[in-house]
């Protein structure tokens, strides 16, 4: 249990003890002075009432003090990470207004589709990658950074990848010497979603073995094509660059994990994705605020003392 203000609660209790030596003081004269008349006093249960009345206002000085238990509560969650695309190929203008706009466009659909129990990042890439959001069950954090998203520099898919398990560990993840990733543990509550147009001008191997690392970890891949395999031209610092959809490395990642290739024509069934998630269960803190319950007693407690002194001595106190 946790107290608000504990000084109030200090506060309380010197009263209600400051009550209690004052209501000894009082009977023990009472009790001398009656005997020495020789009248029997009213013994200790005559002053049930004053106990009680003491007791309430020490209860008092508890809600006062804002109590709060903290209690485990069970949370069934999952997460995605939503992997953008934010190259230069990506300003191409054969999808309106752009590529990159339309990668918003579905990446915005599929964070309104999600319930509140999914934790939802953000990972942008080019030539590197970089998690611009953190997981948050909130939604308004990944959104404002998909707004952010500027194009700039080539793709990496498996750039993409690496930042996207690294965001879903919690914990820097890398490609060794020898070509593979670390075991990162199994992680089936975990779905990554990329919005690219399939250009991957980084290593094969590394893509290789990003998406294999995936695919042990039981994290499933879902891409979505962005732009025309008919192609366009972009200006990339005053060169004019063809580029075209290339789904071929799209749907390879897609398969090999167990997710699947939509093109952003089709993102709407990108909305199911919360479906196929093998939610995990967390347990997670509530406070529950004890002041009521306590006020409550305490209410009680002074009430019956009072009854039970005006019944036994006409008065109050």
């Known amino acids: ?24 003081a009082f009977s023990r004269r009472r009790a001398a002075a009656l005997a020495a008349v020789g009248v029997a006093g009213p013994g200790r249960a005559g002053q049930a009432g004053v106990w009680l009345t003491i007791a309430g206002i020490a209860v008092l000085a508890i809600a006062l003090a804002g109590p709060a238990a903290s209690l485990p509560v069970p949370r069934a ?13 990506m300003g191409a203008k054969d999808v309106a207004p752009d590529r990159l706009a339309a990668a918003q466009r579905a990446a915005r ?3 309104a589709a999600q319930p509140d129990s999914i934790e939802i990042g953000v990972v942008a890439f080019e030539q590197g990658a970089l998690v611009t959001s953190r997981l948050r069950h909130g939604h308004a954090e990944a959104e404002a950074a998909i707004g952010r998203l500027r194009v700039s520099g080539g793709t990496s898919l498996g750039s993409a990848i690496i930042a996207s398990l690294s965001a879903i560990t919690g914990k820097a993840i890398s490609v060794e010497r020898n070509g593979t990733v670390p075991g990162i543990g199994y992680w089936p509550s975990a779905t990554i979603v990329i919005f690219s147009d399939g250009q991957d001008e980084g290593p094969a191997s590394v ?7 995936a695919e042990k970890a039981g994290v499933r891949i879902y891409t979505v094509g962005i732009g025309t395999t008919a192609g366009t031209t972009v200006d990339v610092d005053g060169y004019h660059l063809f580029t075209a959809l290339d789904p071929g490395a799209l749907k390879s990642i897609a398969q090999a994990t167990r997710g ?5 024509s089709d993102a709407s ?7 196929t998630i093998k ?6 803190s509530q406070r529950l605020p004890l002041a009521g319950a306590i006020t409550a007693l305490a209410i009680v407690l ?3 003392g009072s009854v039970l002194t005006v019944v036994r001595s006409g008065r109050v106190i």
């Open 109 to 111: 659909s599929v964070i």
């Open 279 to 284: 939610l995990r269960l967390t347990i997670t």
């Open 1 to 24: 249990m946790t107290l608000a203000s504990p000084a109030l609660l200090a506060i309380g209790l010197l009263v209600a003890a400051a009550l209690g030596a004052g209501a000894v």
């Open 260 to 264: 699947a290739y939509h093109p952003a």
């Open 302 to 304: 002074i009430a019956a």
């Open 269 to 275: 069934e990108l909305d199911r994705i919360a479906s």
């Open 207 to 213: 893509t290789t073995a990003a998406t294999a690392a």
């Open 77 to 89: 969650s999952g997460t995605v990470i939503l992997a953008m695309d934010a190259s230069n190929s």
